[in-house]
C-alpha cells in the first residue's frame, strides 16, 4: 500500500523543537550513561539489566511501547513508535553496553557525565548511548510530524562481548522482530567535516592462547638454562605468527580470501577526506606503521589483522625476582574482511600452534563475520539525502575497520537489508578514555533520522 503523503518536514522548525528538548535529552543520556552497563564484567550484571529498562523507559517516554527481551545473558530491548498498520517499518538497531573504564588517564570519572560547554564525557557517551538516544528523538520528531513509518528500536546489551547471544534470540522472536529494513547507529565518521557511512565491516575472531610448562614459580638460579619458559616461547609463537614491525600475518593462508579492493572503493579512498595527520591526532598515535593515506586506509578499513592484545604471565612487580614462571597467555584476535571466514582462521591458527609448540592450547573466543554493505539503491540513497538534510553533506561510502556482530544476524535472520546512519567522531575516543559526545553530533542526528524514516515512508 501506498502511504498517503504528510506534510514536508522543515529543518527549521524541527531544530527549534530539538533545542527546546536539548535539556531533557541531556538528563536521559545522564541517566543512561549513570549506569555502568559494562557487559564484560560479570559484577556489573544487574547495572546491565537497569540500563536496558532505563532505555526501555526512554521509548515509552517518547510516546512508544518497548519491552525487554529475556536471551539467556544480557537482555535485548525492543520498542517501537507506531505510525499505523501497512505502513513501512524501518528498525535502528544500537548496543547500550559499553566498554570498561579503568584507563589511568580518564579526567573525570567514567560514569558521571561531565559536560563541557557542548561536549559530553562519560563511557558510553558515544559508543553508542548518544547516537541511541539522538535516534530516539529523530524517531520521536517524525512521528509527531506525522511521518508515516514505523519506527522499531532493536537495543542490545551484549555488543561489546562479541553478541553471544543476539542470533539465536532473534531467532525465536523473528515475528515480533519483522521489519522492512535496519539502520544501525553505531559507527565512526572519516572527520567532524566528513560524514561517512560503512560500506563494509570487518569480522573478528578471537582467541586466547594459554601454555603452562610447571605448577610453580622456581628458581632462575636452579632451573632456568633446563626449565622450559612458557613466556619467551609464546612470545616466540606470537612473534612466528606476526611480524610486530610491519603487521603482516605469517600464518600460511591467512590471506587467501581477501578480496581485492574494487578500482571503485580505491577511488573513494583517494577523495574521502581521510588524512595521516588527522588519523595520529584523533588517536594520540606518536608513529604508525606507514604514513602514506591511502595506505594507512588500506590497512584499516581494508586489510585483515592479528594483533596482540596483552601477553601476561611472570613477575610484573618492584624489585628482583629471578623466577622461571609456569604459565603464560597470550589475547589476540583477528580482523576478518571480506570473504574470510571465522572457522577457517580458527583452523589455521590451531593448526599453526599445534605444529609449533604443540603443548600450547588455543582456546577461541568471539567470531563475527565481516559484512559487505550496499552502497546503491534507494534506501543508501535516502540516507544520503537526510545527512545531507541534517549536516549540510553527502556521507561518504567507505568500509569500517571495526566490527558488530548483530549486523551479519539481522540479515541472515530478519531477512531485512541492513545501513548505517553513524554519528560518531573519531576524535570521541572509543573505547578510550575521556569518551565523549557533542550536541552538534546529537542535533545534527535527530534532524538526519527524522529525515530518514520520513525518505522512507515516502517509498512506501
Ligand atoms: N561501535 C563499535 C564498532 C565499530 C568500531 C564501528 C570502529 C566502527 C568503527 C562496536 O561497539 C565495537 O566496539 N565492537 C567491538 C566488538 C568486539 C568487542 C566483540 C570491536 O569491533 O572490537
Ligand atoms: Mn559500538
Ligand atoms: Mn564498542
Redesign the pocket.
Known sequence: MKPTSHPELSKKEMLAAVRAGRAAWERRLQELVEIPSVSGDPDRKRDVRRAAESAAQAIRDAGGDAKIVETGGHPLVHGRLRAGDGLPTVTVYN?IDVQPANEPEWKSEPFKLLRKGDTYVARGTT??KGPALSALAGARLARERGVRANVHFLWELE????SPNFERTIRAHKRELATGSVVVS???WVSRRQPACPAGLRG?QGFRISLETGATDQHSGTTGGAARNPVAELADLVAAMVDGRTGRVKIPGFYDDVVKPTRAELRDLARCGFTTAGFKKDHLLRSLRVDDPIEVMKRIWLMPTMEIHGIAGGYQGPGVKTVVPPRATAIVSCRLVPDMKASKIVALVRDFVRARCPDAVVRPE?A?EPFRGRTTGSLPDAIRGAMKFAFGKEPVFVR??????AVVSIEKVLRAPVHFLGLSLPEHG??APNENFDWRQAEGGMLAFASYFDRVARLG
Open positions: 548496543h559508543d553508542d555488543e561489546e562481548i562479541g553505531d559507527t565512526v573478528l568471539h563475527l569500517e575497520g571495526g566490527s558488530i556482530g572509543y573505547h
